[in-house]
Protein backbone atom coordinates (compact mmCIF):
# COMPACT_ATOMS: atom_id res chain seq x y z
CA UNK A 1 0.00 0.00 0.00
CA UNK A 2 1.36 3.27 -0.82
CA UNK A 3 1.87 5.77 2.35
CA UNK A 4 -0.77 7.92 3.24
CA UNK A 5 -0.48 9.52 6.49
CA UNK A 6 -3.93 11.63 6.70
CA UNK A 7 -5.16 8.27 6.58
CA UNK A 8 -2.98 6.87 9.07
CA UNK A 9 -3.67 9.41 11.40
CA UNK A 10 -7.38 9.27 11.16
CA UNK A 11 -7.01 5.27 11.58
CA UNK A 12 -5.06 5.80 14.27
CA UNK A 13 -6.99 7.81 16.20
CA UNK A 14 -10.14 5.39 15.66
CA UNK A 15 -8.09 3.11 17.25
CA UNK A 16 -7.42 4.75 19.92
CA UNK A 17 -11.16 5.50 20.45
CA UNK A 18 -12.13 1.95 20.27
CA UNK A 19 -9.32 1.05 22.83
CA UNK A 20 -9.99 3.15 25.40
CA UNK A 21 -13.45 2.01 25.46
CA UNK A 22 -12.35 -1.64 25.85
CA UNK A 23 -12.66 -2.52 22.20
CA UNK A 24 -9.54 -3.75 21.80
CA UNK A 25 -9.81 -6.47 18.79
CA UNK A 26 -11.23 -3.37 16.82
CA UNK A 27 -8.41 -1.31 18.35
CA UNK A 28 -5.50 -3.85 16.94
CA UNK A 29 -7.45 -3.82 13.73
CA UNK A 30 -7.62 -0.32 12.74
CA UNK A 31 -3.61 -0.01 14.38
CA UNK A 32 -2.58 -2.77 11.64
CA UNK A 33 -4.45 -0.78 8.80
CA UNK A 34 -2.76 2.58 10.17
CA UNK A 35 0.56 1.32 9.93
CA UNK A 36 -0.32 -0.28 6.82
CA UNK A 37 0.00 3.28 5.35
CA UNK A 38 2.14 5.16 7.67
CA UNK A 39 5.29 6.59 7.06
CA UNK A 40 8.26 5.28 9.13
CA UNK A 41 9.70 8.56 8.67
CA UNK A 42 6.88 10.64 10.58
CA UNK A 43 6.79 11.75 13.92
CA UNK A 44 3.87 10.22 15.02
CA UNK A 45 4.37 6.64 13.67
CA UNK A 46 6.84 5.17 16.71
CA UNK A 47 3.56 6.24 19.09
CA UNK A 48 1.06 3.97 16.54
CA UNK A 49 3.56 1.44 16.85
CA UNK A 50 3.84 1.74 20.63
CA UNK A 51 -0.11 2.16 21.25
CA UNK A 52 -0.41 -0.82 18.84
CA UNK A 53 1.81 -3.57 21.23
CA UNK A 54 -0.05 -2.33 24.05
CA UNK A 55 -3.27 -3.00 22.65
CA UNK A 56 -1.59 -6.77 21.58
CA UNK A 57 -0.28 -6.80 25.01
CA UNK A 58 -3.58 -6.55 26.80
CA UNK A 59 -4.58 -8.86 24.46
CA UNK A 60 -2.56 -11.35 25.39
CA UNK A 61 -0.69 -11.29 22.16
CA UNK A 62 2.58 -10.88 23.30
CA UNK A 63 5.13 -12.15 20.84
CA UNK A 64 3.79 -9.38 18.54
CA UNK A 65 3.37 -7.16 21.08
CA UNK A 66 6.97 -7.09 21.56
CA UNK A 67 7.90 -6.67 18.18
CA UNK A 68 5.40 -3.77 17.77
CA UNK A 69 7.77 -2.25 21.01
CA UNK A 70 10.78 -2.81 19.34
CA UNK A 71 9.16 -1.22 15.73
CA UNK A 72 8.30 1.81 18.12
CA UNK A 73 11.62 1.81 20.14
CA UNK A 74 13.98 1.53 16.76
CA UNK A 75 11.90 4.66 15.37
CA UNK A 76 12.37 6.74 17.90
CA UNK A 77 16.01 6.13 17.92
CA UNK A 78 16.20 7.06 14.67
CA UNK A 79 13.91 9.85 14.74
CA UNK A 80 15.42 11.55 18.21
CA UNK A 81 18.81 9.74 18.98
CA UNK A 82 19.49 6.96 21.83
CA UNK A 83 19.14 9.86 24.71
CA UNK A 84 15.60 11.14 23.83
CA UNK A 85 12.62 11.22 26.24
CA UNK A 86 10.37 9.72 24.03
CA UNK A 87 13.39 6.76 23.32
CA UNK A 88 13.57 6.35 26.97
CA UNK A 89 9.99 6.02 27.54
CA UNK A 90 9.94 3.27 24.29
CA UNK A 91 12.45 1.59 26.00
CA UNK A 92 10.71 1.43 29.23
CA UNK A 93 7.54 0.44 27.43
CA UNK A 94 9.60 -2.88 25.86
CA UNK A 95 10.96 -3.54 29.24
CA UNK A 96 8.10 -4.10 31.03
CA UNK A 97 6.53 -6.05 28.26
CA UNK A 98 9.82 -8.51 28.74
CA UNK A 99 9.13 -8.43 32.55
CA UNK A 100 5.37 -9.76 31.92
CA UNK A 101 6.65 -12.63 29.76
CA UNK A 102 9.01 -13.12 32.60
CA UNK A 103 11.99 -12.19 30.17
CA UNK A 104 14.08 -10.74 32.59
CA UNK A 105 17.63 -11.11 30.93
CA UNK A 106 15.94 -9.39 27.66
CA UNK A 107 14.55 -6.36 30.06
CA UNK A 108 17.85 -5.67 31.29
CA UNK A 109 19.28 -5.31 28.45
CA UNK A 110 16.64 -3.01 27.01
CA UNK A 111 16.87 -0.68 29.76
CA UNK A 112 20.61 -1.00 30.43
CA UNK A 113 21.44 -0.20 26.59
CA UNK A 114 22.16 3.35 27.50
CA UNK A 115 23.74 3.34 31.02
CA UNK A 116 23.98 7.18 31.20
CA UNK A 117 20.71 7.46 30.51
CA UNK A 118 19.21 4.75 32.36
CA UNK A 119 21.15 5.78 35.63
CA UNK A 120 19.30 9.58 35.28
CA UNK A 121 15.57 7.49 34.20
CA UNK A 122 13.43 6.52 37.03
CA UNK A 123 11.15 4.24 34.98
CA UNK A 124 14.36 2.64 33.56
CA UNK A 125 15.46 1.78 36.83
CA UNK A 126 12.57 0.94 37.74
CA UNK A 127 12.31 -1.81 35.36
CA UNK A 128 16.11 -2.76 35.64
CA UNK A 129 15.52 -3.31 39.58
CA UNK A 130 12.57 -5.56 38.98
CA UNK A 131 14.77 -7.48 36.52
CA UNK A 132 17.63 -7.74 38.37
CA UNK A 133 15.05 -8.88 41.12
CA UNK A 134 14.29 -11.50 38.86
CA UNK A 135 17.19 -12.60 38.02
CA UNK A 136 18.34 -13.09 41.66
CA UNK A 137 20.91 -10.32 42.01
CA UNK A 138 19.20 -9.00 45.26
CA UNK A 139 21.87 -5.95 46.00
CA UNK A 140 21.96 -4.66 42.17
CA UNK A 141 17.99 -4.74 42.57
CA UNK A 142 18.13 -2.60 45.68
CA UNK A 143 20.18 -0.13 44.47
CA UNK A 144 18.14 0.26 41.48
CA UNK A 145 15.24 0.54 43.03
CA UNK A 146 16.77 3.04 45.45
CA UNK A 147 18.14 4.91 42.17
CA UNK A 148 14.76 4.97 40.62
CA UNK A 149 12.77 6.37 43.70
CA UNK A 150 15.99 8.90 43.40
CA UNK A 151 15.30 9.50 40.03
CA UNK A 152 11.34 10.50 40.00
CA UNK A 153 10.22 13.48 38.66
CA UNK A 154 7.11 14.08 41.07
CA UNK A 155 6.21 12.73 44.41
CA UNK A 156 3.20 11.28 42.78
CA UNK A 157 5.88 9.13 40.42
CA UNK A 158 8.04 8.46 43.35
CA UNK A 159 5.06 7.26 45.61
CA UNK A 160 4.07 4.63 42.59
CA UNK A 161 7.57 3.77 41.87
CA UNK A 162 8.37 3.15 45.40
CA UNK A 163 4.85 0.99 45.72
CA UNK A 164 5.86 -0.84 43.15
CA UNK A 165 9.03 -1.95 44.82
CA UNK A 166 7.89 -2.30 47.75
CA UNK A 167 9.53 -6.10 48.57
CA UNK A 168 12.60 -4.98 46.87
CA UNK A 169 13.02 -1.93 48.75
CA UNK A 170 11.98 -3.40 51.88
CA UNK A 171 14.58 -6.36 51.77
CA UNK A 172 17.35 -3.90 52.28
CA UNK A 173 15.87 -3.24 55.83
Keep these: MAIDQKRASDLAATAFEHWQAGRLNESAESYAAALAVADPGHYRTPVYHGEFASVLSALERNHEAISEFR ?64 LGDSEAARVAARAAVAAASSEEQRVKIAERLRDILASAR
Design 71 to 134: TALTLEELQSGSDSSATRVARYFLGEQYLKMDLAAEALATVSANVVVAREHALLKLVEALARAR
